[in-house]
């Protein structure tokens, strides 16, 4: 018995040989690829120029940028100025420093702490113009306004 108990068992240790062997020779730099613990200031503030920059790749240059006194600044990514939608709403894509309040005309979203927004905001037919307040952990404030057009499909 003793005999046959170890021819049977011989196949497996070779084949978790093989496999320790495999995992062992495997090249670990995705490894790199993971983000190191940062204290708040710096995770926000690296969390914030990582989702603007994924955002300019997925939706080119910002085209709108208002600056806190802080030098802080919020983009607006989406829509394009004067874009022409056929929904009665628009969804306003952006990005500021995390926990800014902005307001889009009635609409209030909070830049979370990747510092993006989003906002769906609501539009009549034709011009519509779309006030923008954003409003700092400090109390202070920046505003714009674009125009987006509502034209509903025939």
């Known amino acids: 018995?003793?005999?046959?108990?170890?021819?049977?068992?011989?196949?497996?240790?070779?084949?978790?040989?093989?496999?320790?062997?495999?995992i062992c020779s495997l090249n670990f730099a995705f490894l790199d690829q993971i983000p190191?613990?940062?204290?708040?200031?710096?995770?926000?503030?690296d969390a914030v120029a990582q989702t603007r920059a994924l955002l300019e790749d997925l939706m080119g240059e910002p085209y709108r940028v208002a600056t806190f006194s802080s030098g802080a600044e919020v983009f607006l990514?989406?829509?394009?100025?004067?874009?022409?939608?056929?929904?009665?709403?628009?969804?306003?894509?952006?990005?500021?420093?995390?926990?800014t309040v902005i307001t889009l005309n009635e609409e209030i979203t909070v830049a979370g702490g990747d510092g993006m927004f989003y906002a769906r905001v609501p539009l009549e037919e034709g011009l519509n113009e779309i006030q923008c307040t954003a409003s700092d952990l400090e109390g202070n404030e920046v505003s714009f306004s674009f125009i987006v057009v509502f034209e509903p499909e025939e």
Do not use: H
């Not at 070779?14 to 320790?20: D, N, S």
């Not at 190191?36 to 503030?45: M, N, V």
């Open 1 to 22: 018995m003793g005999r046959y108990s170890s021819i049977r068992t011989l196949p497996f240790l070779v084949l978790g040989w093989l496999l320790i062997s495999c």
């Open 36 to 45: 190191q613990k940062r204290t708040d200031a710096d995770t926000s503030t």
């Open 77 to 99: 990514l989406s829509p394009q100025e004067d874009e022409v939608v056929t929904t009665p709403w628009v969804d306003v894509v952006g990005t500021a420093p995390a926990e």
